[in-house]
C-alpha cells in the first residue's frame, strides 16, 4: 500500500523506526515517539496516520500541530509529494488569514499548523472540529518550551472526537501535560542507541577576545561545504552576516526577527546551492529539513545539553558523517556537557574566500495559486529560455511565487532572453531572489 508513496520520495524502503510505527499505530492507540532529528520522524506518522483516513468522509479527520510555521510547510510538502490522494492544507502565523479561511470552506481530511492560528481558526468557527479522531503533535516538548500549553490545551478540548494521539519528540519527556488526554501511550525511545552516529567534535580557540578570524578561516578551509553557523540570539547574527558580508564571504542569514517570506527564501536559497553557509539562531535546529548539513559550526555555545544535540542534529544524520566545530575565545572553557572534542585544531593562516557557488536562485511572480507546478517553472527555462536539464536546478513553488536555482554564469543572458515572456498565458516578473 506505502510503496508507491514512499517512492515519490525518493525513498526506496523504510527504516526500522517507521517500520515499528506502521505496526504498532492504529486506531484507539496512544503512541510517543522520541528520535533524533533527522532520522525520519514526519514520514513515521504520515504513513501510519494515512491508514487511518476515510475517504468516504467528509472534513477533517486528522490534525498535526507544530511549533513552528517552517514544520507545518514541510510537513504539508512532504504529504503533497506523496500524491496520495487526500488533500492537506496549512495554518500558521505570517500567512493570509483569507487564503486559509477559503481552503476551510470544503475543508480537507488534514489540517497542519501552528497552535496560536490553529486555535484561532477554531474560535471563529471556521471548520468543525467534531470528525478529527488523530492528533499529532510534532516536535512537542519545543512547543512546551516556546508556551504553546494554552493554546494546545484549547484545541485539544475542542476535539471531543478524538481517539488517537501521537506524540514526536526529539528529546526524552520526563512528564506529558494532562491536557493531551494521553493514556497508558506505547514508548518507542529511538535516542536509546547512538552507535550510527558519526560525529566528530573539533575545537578552535582564538588567540584573544575576537573569534570572528577564526571562523572567517574556519570557512575558506571548509570551501564550499555545506555550513550551518549557530549563535545565541538574532543580533549577533545580524552582527556577524554584516561583519563576513565585508570579508567577501557570500552566505545567508536565518532567525525569528526576520519576515516569513526572506526566511522561506533564505532556506530555499540554502538548500538550492546559491550558498552554503547559513548563520542562525537555534530556530534553525529542530524540525526544519536541511539535507547533507556536513558542518555545524558553533560561534556561541548554547547554554544546555538539549539545545547542543538539537544543533548537532543537524549533521551526522540517517548514519552519513558529520563535524562540530566549537568555536571559543581565549578565556572560554568547552562546557562539562561536551565530550570527545579534539584539538585546538591548527587552521591555516592564510585560505582563500571560497569558490562562487554554482547556482543563483531566479524569482517568479507565480506560484500554487496561479496553477503553477515545478514541471511548469522547469519547462518554462528550457523551453523559453533554451537551458539544458542539467543546468536548472532544485525548483521551489510557494503560493504566489516560485524559486528556480540556475547556473550562475546563465543568469544575465537568461533574465535578458525571458523578458516580456508569459507562462501560461500569464505575465509574470522574473529576477534573481534576495
Known sequence: MYTSFIRQLGIRELNEMQLKMLGLARPGTDLVLISKTGSGKTLAFLLPLLGMLNPEFSGPQAMIITPSRELALQIESVF?????????????????????????????????????????????????????????LDEFDKSLELGFEKEMAFIIGKLAGLKTRILTSATRMEDIPAFTGTENPVFLDYTLDDGQIKLDVNLLK????????????????????PALIFCNHREAVERISALLGLRGVIHGIYHGGMEQEARELALVRFRNGTHHTLITTDLASRGLDIPEIRHVVHYQMPASETVWLHRNGRTARMQ??????????????????????????????????????????????????DKISRGDIAGFLMRQGGLKADEVGQISVADHASYAAVKRHLCRKLLADLKGKSLKKRQLKIEIAG
Not at 119 to 124: K, M, P
Not at 330 to 350: D, I, K, Q, R, Y
Open 320 to 369: 552519513a558523517a558529520g563535524t562540530a566545530w566549537i568555536v571559543l575565545a581565549a578565556e572560554e572553557e568547552v562546557p562539562a556537557f561536551v565530550a570527545g572534542a579534539s584539538g585546538p585544531v591548527l587552521l591555516p593562516e592564510e585560505a582563500g574566500l571560497p569558490d562562487f557557488p554554482e547556482y543563483e536562485t531566479l524569482y517568479f511572480s507565480l506560484g500554487k495559486k
Open 206 to 225: 582564538a588567540e584573544g577576545n575576537d573569534k570572528l578570524d577564526v571562523l572567517f578561516r574556519l570557512i575558506c578551509s571548509l570551501g564550499n561545504d
Open 80 to 136: 503533497r509529494k506523496m500524491q496520495t490522494g487526500f488533500r492537506i492544507t496549512a495554518l500558521y502565523g505570517g500567512h493570509a488569514v483569507k487564503i486559509e479561511r477559503n481552503n476551510l470552506n470544503e475543508p480537507p481530511p488534514l489540517l497542519v499548523g501552528t497552535p496560536g492560528r490553529i486555535a484561532d481558526h477554531l474560535r471563529r468557527e471556521h471548520f468543525d472540529p467534531s470528525g478529527i479522531s488523530t492528533l499529532v
